[in-house]
Nanobody
C-alpha cells in the first residue's frame, strides 16, 4: 500500500509563503518511488479538485498549472521519502485543501489524469487572507 501524509499548511497573509511536505511510505511506494509521478492537487469548497504541480521522480521533470507557475516550486527528496511544495507570493485564490498524490510511472503529458487515479493523502489546509 501507499501512505501519504501532508503537513505544513496554515494561515498566511497575501504575499506570504508556505512550504508543504508530503511524507510517503508503504510497500507499493517503496517498490516504485524511483520511477513515479508525484504531485499536488487542491480543492476549495464548492469547486473541483485541480492539479497544482507534479514531478517525475525518475528524472526530475516538473509540471505546473498556469495559475501557480513562477510562484510555486515542487521538489522531491528520495532519500527522505518526502515531496515538497514551496509556495511563494500566495494569493487569496490559493486558499484550498492541498493533497499530495502518487502513481507509479512517468507523469507523461496528462499528469492530472494520471494522478487522479493514484493514491492520495488526507490533505492539509492552506488559507490566504487579504
Amino acid at each position: 500500500q501507499v501512505q501519504l501524509v501532508e503537513s505544513g499548511g496554515g494561515s498566511v497573509q497575501a504575499g506570504g509563503s508556505l512550504r508543504l511536505s508530503c511524507a510517503a511510505s508503504g510497500y507499493t511506494y517503496m517498490s516504485a518511488y524511483s520511477d513515479a509521478c508525484m504531485g499536488w492537487f487542491r480543492q476549495a469548497p464548492g469547486r473541483e479538485r485541480e492539479g497544482v504541480a507534479a514531478i517525475w521522480t525518475g528524472g526530475g521533470t516538473t509540471y505546473y498549472d498556469d495559475s501557480v507557475k513562477g510562484r510555486f516550486t515542487i521538489s522531491q527528496d528520495n532519500a527522505k521519502n518526502t515531496m515538497y511544495l514551496q509556495m511563494n507570493s500566495l494569493k487569496p485564490e490559493d486558499t484550498a485543501m492541498y493533497y499530495c498524490g502518487f502513481e507509479p510511472g512517468w507523469c507523461g503529458g496528462s499528469w492530472v489524469r494520471k494522478l487522479r487515479s493514484g493514491y492520495w493523502g488526507q490533505g492539509t489546509q492552506v488559507t490566504v487572507s487579504s
